[in-house]
């Protein structure tokens, strides 16, 4: 069965691979990746905030803004509860590039256009193969326009792509307002592959303490739905490549994925949930379907239920919008 997808760029045996996730601060849990066949290794972000703290020596900066910073509104993580800092992050990419013959994929989270610019160089100069910019923001402040926070991500892409000759992906959230506008615009800049999508991790409330706290929830297959939407909507209508993250459980997961128009598919809380080896499980699997259903090639399934098979998307996607709301039965 021939599964070679690309990705970025890369011409990959088959479309799986963790997605961002703490198990690549673990050596050997990366090489039991690679043993299980992951495609390609992706990195945890690196965060803006790391690299202030380090660079001013001080949280203060964190204290005074934390509100405008991306993790949460009342809740923001010490320096010391970050798993990898600027330092050992650049070595960690080193190190599993010397330990792995895949593609290894940075990934970099920031507020700023200037926050991005040193470390996209650093991360490149380590060794990474391509850089994931993970897009997590909060347009908090009500003088905060949709057209304003859009323009500054075009403005992180366009200075990100500048400074490094890797391929770029940008790890998007599902809340723009023109989804398809902004993908649609990120292409015309250049980047070579699209996300989809970004978890954001609500804080929850301590009523006896009376603060916020972080909550963390793994995915499940529930949570494929809306990335297999915006997949359909966006399969075919751009240059980039596009990955699915987040609600990728199971070989149907991976299917569905495929067929609205994925060209890799990053699993995590399968992954931490079942080990490494779950990654072989799910493409074997896959296999077995394809092979089932007279399939020849991934390329053959790629994109086949996207909307562009579609001769009007929105009268399509109306139309099972009123199907969805008629179909309940007290």
């Not at 905060?144 to 490094?164: C, H, N």
């Not at 240059?239 to 199971?250: C, E, Q």
């Not at 992954?271 to 379907?289: D, I, T």
Request: proline share 5%; aromatic share 8%.
């Amino acid at each position: 069965m021939d599964l070679t997808t690309t990705y970025l760029g890369f011409h990959l045996p088959h479309p799986f691979m963790p997605g961002a996730s703490p198990m690549v601060d673990d050596l050997d849990t990366v090489k039991q990746l690679e043993d299980a066949g992951a495609a390609a290794i992706v990195m945890h972000s690196l965060f803006e905030e790391q690299i202030t703290a380090e660079q001013l020596g001080t949280i203060h900066a964190m204290e005074l803004h934390e509100e405008s910073f991306a993790e949460a509104l009342s809740y923001f993580p010490r320096p010391d509860e970050f798993a990898l800092g600027p330092e050992p992050y650049l070595e960690q990419i080193r190190r599993i590039k010397a330990a792995v013959a895949v593609p290894v994929i940075a990934s970099l989270n920031g507020v700023t256009a200037a926050g991005w610019l040193e470390y996209a160089r650093l991360l490149e100069q380590a060794g990474a193969d391509a850089l994931e910019l993970n897009v997590y923001s909060l347009a908090t402040d009500p003088a905060d326009t949709a057209a304003a926070v859009e323009r500054r991500l075009l403005d992180i892409v366009r200075t990100v792509k500048a400074v490094v000759q890797v391929p770029v992906a940008v790890k998007l959230s599902p809340f723009f307002s023109a989804m398809a506008h902004i993908a649609h615009d990120l292409d015309a800049l250049g980047v070579d592959g699209l996300v989809i999508f970004n978890r954001f991790y609500q804080p929850d409330i301590d009523i006896e303490a009376l603060e916020a706290v972080p909550s963390l929830r793994l995915s499940d297959s529930s949570e494929l739905l809306l990335r297999l939407r915006w997949l359909a909507v966006l399969s075919g209508r751009l240059r980039a490549s596009l990955a699915i993250t987040g609600g990728v459980h199971t070989y149907i997961d991976a299917i569905k994925a495929v067929m609205t128009g994925a060209h890799a598919v990053q699993m995590v809380s399968a992954l931490l949930q079942n080990g490494p080896a779950q990654l072989r499980r799910v493409r074997a699997q896959m296999v077995q379907w394809m092979e089932e259903h007279e399939y020849a090639s991934l390329a053959q399934m790629q994109g086949s239920m996207s909307l562009l098979r579609c001769p009007d998307p929105a009268a399509f996607e109306r139309a099972n919008y009123m199907r969805v709301l008629q179909s309940w039965k007290g």
